[in-house]
């Protein structure tokens, strides 16, 4: 496995390579990013991974500083999973001089987490296209952990026309459920014992759903109070559909029941996919 630094040096590694797949992250990898490289290797025998804690993606108040940086337990991690190259550029590797222009995504991405993180999924979108122009992989894949994320990439890789297979690959979760995190860290004994609450609320969501009660305004108003009622600080519950992210439509069949909230001082998110 290499571990490489430059565009230059990746750019020429990469050009004997017929086929690749890769996986962007931002570092302190768990099993959840394993399992996405697991899913690359079906994809292409190269397997590339980026690792770089992106700043145009964090808000001012937000824990770009204390993010955490484990290059070199990642590096121990990807090589024994079969990675052909890590790119772990620095901020001026991959920003030589200010970025000035970047991608506006669309408007789904003001929405949601995009309404309590302006400019995040500006920055997410901007890092993700240059880093797939930089690596130009043939499919990258992205967990649906983070899923208005993955719908904006996909929303932008089709319609700029990019030459990509993006592949969404299911949530993995701890033995109670928690979706696996890497700022669950930052959880306390007593507040990851709490966290997996949210999980059995979007379960609760999932399963009256299909019991057929579709007053969505009510069910995403009673797992909030629930969530409240365990001293939760939540941004939103929300009930959408797959396809736009947008309320759903009369009779609309695959739905996705999206929440967001801090727990002390870690802001947590989950989502469960819903098929009526």
């Not at 797939?132 to 929303?155: C, M, S, T």
């Not at 004994?189 to 009510?218: S, W």
Request: aromatic share 6%; with cysteine; charged share 20%.
């Amino acid at each position: 496995m290499q571990v490489i630094h430059t565009v230059s040096e990746l750019r020429q590694r990469l050009v004997v390579e017929p086929t690749v797949a890769f996986v962007p992250t931002m570092g302190n990898l768990h099993e959840g990013h394993l399992d996405l490289v697991r899913i690359a290797h079906e994809h292409a025998k190269c397997v590339v991974v980026s690792i770089f804690v992106n700043p145009m993606q964090f808000g001012a108040n937000e824990d770009f500083g204390k993010y955490p940086r484990t290059l070199q337990a990642d590096c121990d991690k990807l090589r024994s999973h079969g990675v052909a190259v890590v790119f772990a550029p620095t901020e001026a590797d991959l920003y030589p001089q200010p970025q000035q222009v970047t991608v506006e995504p669309p408007h789904i991405a003001q929405e949601l987490c995009g309404a309590f993180r302006p400019g995040h999924f500006r920055g997410v979108a901007t890092v993700v296209l240059k880093l797939l122009n930089i690596v130009q992989p043939q499919v990258a894949v992205f967990g649906k952990k983070d899923y208005q994320q993955l719908h904006v990439v996909r929303q932008m890789v089709e319609q700029l026309n990019v030459p990509v297979q993006i592949v969404g690959a299911e949530t993995m979760r701890a033995a109670d459920g928690l979706a696996l995190s890497s700022r669950n860290q930052y959880l306390s004994p007593i507040e990851r014992t709490e966290a997996t609450f949210l999980y059995l609320m979007l379960m609760e969501i999932q399963h009256t759903l299909k019991n057929g009660v579709h007053d969505y305004a009510q069910l995403e108003e009673t797992a909030i109070n629930a969530l409240v009622s365990h001293e939760w600080q939540v941004d939103y519950v929300a009930i959408r559909s797959q396809k736009t992210l947008l309320s759903p439509t009369a009779g609309e069949r695959d739905l996705v029941v999206l929440a967001a909230a801090r727990l002390g001082k870690t802001r947590l998110i989950d989502n469960l996919e819903v098929s009526l």
